[in-house]
Structures are given as structure tokens and as C-alpha cells.
């Protein structure tokens, strides 16, 4: 007699069915991922250094161009509408150093795995993929939370910074920054996918941030077409929000405007650095290029 055999059960996808096992998975990442930053103490330094490096190149050469007098300060104000020139150049370039830092941590996270091999031993488990670049970044946004903090302490005690305005809505601001910013690094993480390396993409983009979005001056002084690509840069409301809030003591009316950009960029980013991940997943799949280096 025929023994009629019951199909096997379809095992249930990690990716699409359990949550749960989405979080234990970017937990893992995630732990491995704070781990590892803490076995380094030199890149604990980094965020002590860098914090005074960067910006003291601009001050420096703000301090020169102004004279000895300080003349030059009066077009400064007149242009801007802020006294503190010191603040102003701060503000934008940790903006600058942030976007610059996530690229290269969680835009380049999938090429780390490639470079300690473990990359394609990670996709072939039924882990929902994504969870890799969320568990990376939350690690990562701890460490520039620290970032912001020390850097907040040492531009009021080296650079004589005084921060005012209402701390809620700077940190608001911050919180609107967030989501563009990460999803640019999941953009970016994602063409590694395919590309195997992003350098080239991270010049350019931090790049085109440092000329268009006037971390170190007004965009206003920009020619027009230079203006109207800052328009569609969202770091450039970043800046001037973080600005308003932070040194021109504006309210939330004042930078609603920036708020409501922000939010907009921040969906927009989130959405095209999933979208690309899934595209660049199932690219690389068809043609066989995961485990290639």
C-alpha cells in the first residue's frame, strides 16, 4: 500500500514572522559592535581630539581674516545676525564631523564584514539582513551621543562657547537630525553591497556637505544655483536650525520651518536607504557576488 507523504511544514521566516528574533539579532550586532569600539582605546581618543582639531583650523583662520582689531567681525554679524563666530563655526562643523562619522562607520559597516570574513557566513542565515545595519548604528549613534557631549563640554571650556536657548528644542533638533543622517549610512552601506567599496561615495558627499551647506559660513553668500542645491541638502537645516536654537536663542516657531524639512528629509532617507538595501540584496543574490571581495 502507497504511503501518502505530508509535505514538510514551510519553516517560518525569521525576516517576515518574528520580531522577536529581529531584536535578539540586532541586539547581537549590536553588542558585538560596542564591543569592539571599547577593545580600541585610541578610537576613544579620536572623540576627545577631533572635537578641538577640526574646528580650530577655522577659527584660527576666522581669527586672522578679522585682524587684529577684530574689524572684519562687523560683516560677520551683519551677514548672519550672530555675534558668537566661534559658535557659529562649531556648530556646523560637528554637524559636518557627524554626518562624516556615520558614513564612515555605518556606511562602511557591510565592507568591515567583508574584511573579516564573515559576511557571507551572516546572509546566509535566515536573519532579517537589515537587522545588521540597525544593530551597527545604534552602537554607532551611542558613540556620537558621546561625541556631542564631550564636544558640547570642550567648546565651552576651550573655545569660550556659550550655548543658550531652550535645551528641549536643541535636543529636538538633534533628534529630527537622526533619521537623515543614518539613512544616508544605510544608503551608502547598502552600494557596498554591489560596489564592495564606498570611499569614493563618502568623499563626495562630505565634500558637496562641507561647500554647499556653509558649516563655516552663511549660504546665503553662496551664488544662486550653489543656494538652491543647499535647499535640497538636509544638512544644511541641521545647521542653521542647530544655530537658531543654540546661539541665536529662537523659539520653535522661529525654526519650523527647518523642523518640518528636516522631518521630510528624514522619511526620505530612512525610505531610499531601505529601498536600496533590499534592491542591492537581491542584486547581489542573482548574480553570485556576495561572497566576492
Known amino acids: 500500500m502507497a504511503v501518502q507523504l505530508e509535505p514538510y511544514a514551510p519553516v517560518p521566516s525569521l525576516a517576515r514572522d518574528d520580531f522577536p528574533a529581529k531584536l535578539r539579532a540586532q541586539w547581537a550586532v549590536f553588542t558585538r559592535a560596542w564591543t569592539i569600539f571599547r577593545r580600541y582605546p585610541t578610537w576613544v581618543a579620536a572623540v576627545l581630539i577631533w572635537p578641538v582639531i577640526f574646528p580650530a583650523v577655522y577659527i584660527l583662520g576666522a581669527r586672522a581674516l578679522a585682524g587684529p582689531d577684530g574689524r572684519g567681525l562687523?560683516?560677520?554679524?551683519?551677514?548672519?545676525?550672530?555675534?558668537?563666530?566661534?559658535?557659529?563655526?562649531?556648530?556646523?562643523?560637528?554637524?559636518?564631523?557627524?554626518?562624516?562619522?556615520?558614513?564612515?562607520?555605518?556606511?562602511?559597516?557591510?565592507?568591515?564584514?567583508?574584511?573579516?570574513?564573515?559576511?557571507?557566513?551572516?546572509?546566509?542565515?535566515?536573519?532579517?539582513?537589515?537587522?545588521?545595519?540597525?544593530?551597527?548604528?545604534?552602537s554607532q549613534l551611542i558613540e556620537m551621543i558621546l561625541f556631542l557631549g564631550i564636544s558640547y563640554i570642550e567648546f565651552s571650556l576651550l573655545f569660550g562657547?556659550?550655548?543658550?536657548?531652550?535645551?528641549?528644542?536643541?535636543?529636538?533638533?538633534?533628534?529630527?537630525?537622526?533619521?537623515?543622517?543614518?539613512?544616508?549610512?544605510?544608503?551608502?552601506?547598502?552600494?557596498?553591497?554591489?560596489?564592495?567599496?564606498?570611499?569614493?561615495?563618502?568623499?563626495?558627499?562630505?565634500?558637496?556637505?562641507?561647500?554647499?551647506?556653509?558649516?563655516?559660513?552663511?549660504?546665503l553668500l553662496l551664488p544662486e544655483w550653489m543656494q538652491l542645491v543647499a535647499?535640497?541638502?538636509?544638512?544644511?537645516?541641521?545647521?542653521?536650525?542647530?544655530?537658531?536654537?543654540?546661539?541665536?536663542?529662537?523659539?520653535?516657531?522661529?525654526?519650523?520651518?527647518?523642523?518640518?524639512?528636516?522631518a521630510g528629509f528624514g522619511v526620505f532617507w530612512l525610505a531610499v536607504g531601505f529601498l536600496v538595501f533590499g534592491w542591492m540584496d537581491r542584486r547581489a543574490r542573482q548574480a553570485g557576488t556576495i561572497g566576492q571581495y
Open 231 to 262: 535647499g535640497w541638502l538636509p544638512q544644511t537645516y541641521m545647521i542653521e536650525a542647530m544655530r537658531m536654537v543654540t546661539l541665536g536663542g529662537a523659539d520653535l516657531r522661529a525654526v519650523a520651518p527647518d523642523l518640518a524639512a528636516l
Open 74 to 138: 562687523a560683516a560677520f554679524v551683519q551677514a548672519t545676525g550672530i555675534q558668537d563666530y566661534i559658535g557659529y563655526i562649531v556648530v556646523g562643523t560637528t554637524v559636518w564631523m557627524w554626518q562624516n562619522i556615520v558614513l564612515w562607520e555605518v556606511g562602511t559597516s557591510l565592507r568591515e564584514e567583508q574584511l573579516r570574513g564573515t559576511l557571507e557566513s551572516n546572509w546566509l542565515t535566515p536573519t532579517w539582513r537589515f537587522s545588521f545595519l540597525l544593530g551597527s548604528s545604534a
Open 161 to 219: 562657547v556659550q550655548f543658550q536657548g531652550n535645551p528641549l528644542l536643541a535636543l529636538l533638533v538633534i533628534l529630527l537630525c537622526i533619521p537623515s543622517i543614518y539613512g544616508m549610512g544605510f544608503t551608502f552601506a547598502s552600494l557596498v553591497i554591489t560596489a564592495k567599496e564606498a570611499s569614493a561615495f563618502v568623499f563626495l558627499v562630505r565634500g558637496v556637505v562641507m561647500i554647499f551647506c556653509g558649516i563655516t559660513f552663511p549660504v
